[in-house]
Nanobody, 124 residues
Framework: QVQLAESGGGLVQAGGSLRVSCAASGGTFSSYTMGWFRQAPGKEREFVAALTRSGISTAYADSVKGRFTISRDSAKNTVYLQMNSLKPEDTAVYYC?????????????????WGQGTQVTVSS
């Protein structure tokens, strides 16, 4: 069973950049497709980005496409979300998730393991 721990959240001005990280432990990192989700107050958790086990295939929500980049470092058992051109509407708790499987999925129910989340706040 894998444990996930996010870090790197914080406060940033609109137009700025931030990178959040997710360190995996207790499992075989290469076995998992990894995803990032976010949840703003009063809203449902939504898909942001996902990356296959191989790191070859990715998927992004339309709202972040062209601004966010997901990547993974197998040597460090870590997945990253680089966020550029941030907007106030990107403000949310960002969660890392892992699923046992080959393909990227965009629904939270398709993921097996979750981190505790990290807060990202974008000021206008």
């Amino acid at each position: 069973q894998v444990q996930l721990a996010e870090s790197g959240g914080g406060l940033v001005q609109a137009g700025g950049s931030l990178r959040v990280s997710c360190a995996a432990s207790g499992g075989t990192f290469s076995s998992y497709t990894m995803g990032w989700f976010r949840q703003a107050p009063g809203k449902e958790r939504e898909f942001v980005a996902a990356l296959t086990r191989s790191g070859i295939s990715t998927a992004y929500a339309d709202s972040v496409k062209g601004r966010f980049t997901i990547s993974r470092d197998s040597a460090k058992n870590t997945v990253y979300l680089q966020m550029n051109s941030l907007k106030p509407e990107d403000t949310a708790v960002y969660y890392c998730a892992a699923r046992i499987g080959t393909y990227v999925k965009i629904l939270p129910r398709d993921y097996d393991y979750w981190g505790q989340g990290t807060q990202v706040t974008v000021s206008s």
